[in-house]
């Protein structure tokens, strides 16, 4: 394979392996939390914290970094007052993060130097050696917490009511995803851009229900889903001369689509079956 010769190829094949086992954890917990726009959102956010740190000239990854996190603290706090509309919390934060960051941008004497391309459509292609290394330990303390807390982040997902009952910290355990989810975001973000990360998160996570019964198989099928498509969307970017995150999402609705189209085909058949004994 020709392409796998070049540095920037093997970094962002290795930036996907480690994007590949974060996102189906987060993106399944955010699907059953019925928060799949929470993604979004952050990503929306990072984008303020980006801003902030080129008004500041500080270094953007840190501003972003510290005001994802309390953000993330904000919207689990707004979740609590709207239990039965947590969407509102989203949807006020993705509103405030979009305000916040085009203020800054407008204030910022240097806004010629402020790419917000780089940032909206981001490129896997172009990743960093420390934010290939940023993303490893990032994946692996990721995986490590969901070992850890695998059965009461199950609990949690399906009946927070319940969890909070059992005397499961849930208002501690909601704080600490909510903030590595945004952590997680904000890494990701230059990588695939402000405006595709959310797919990343959701589609391979909503593929992986459609063909798994069991909490912990999903998420395996949801690595090897992510697996196929991030690496099929860097080779599509590299042949075709793509914009990789774009090639990656497309990979993924791609998945999807043929997926859907299974389960459907396989129910049908399933039915006629049932029907004929």
Known sequence: MELLQYDFIQRALIAGVAISFITPIIGLLLILRRQSLLADTLSHISLAGVALGMFLQTDPTLSTLLFVIGASIIIEYLRTIYSTFSEISVAIMMSAGMAIALVLVSLNSNSGNFQIDQYLFGSILLISPREVTILVILSIVIVLLYLIFRRTLYVMS????????????????????????????????????????????????????????????????????????????????????????ASITLAFIFIFTIVSLATYFMTLRKRKQYNQD
Not at 161 to 170: E, F, K, N, Q, W
Not at 215 to 227: E, R
């Open 158 to 245: 399906y009946d927070e009511a319940t969890a909070y009952t059992s005397g499961l910290p849930v208002r501690f355990i909601s704080i600490v995803f909510s903030v590595f989810t945004g952590v997680a975001i904000s890494i990701m973000m230059p990588i695939v851009g402000a405006l595709l990360v959310s797919a990343l998160v959701v589609i391979p996570s909503a593929t992986a229900i459609k063909i798994s019964n069991s909490f912990g198989k999903t998420i395996v099928i949801g690595i090897i889903i992510n697996l196929i498509g991030i690496f099929a969307g860097i080779f599509a970017s590299y042949e075709y001369d793509t914009p990789p995150g």
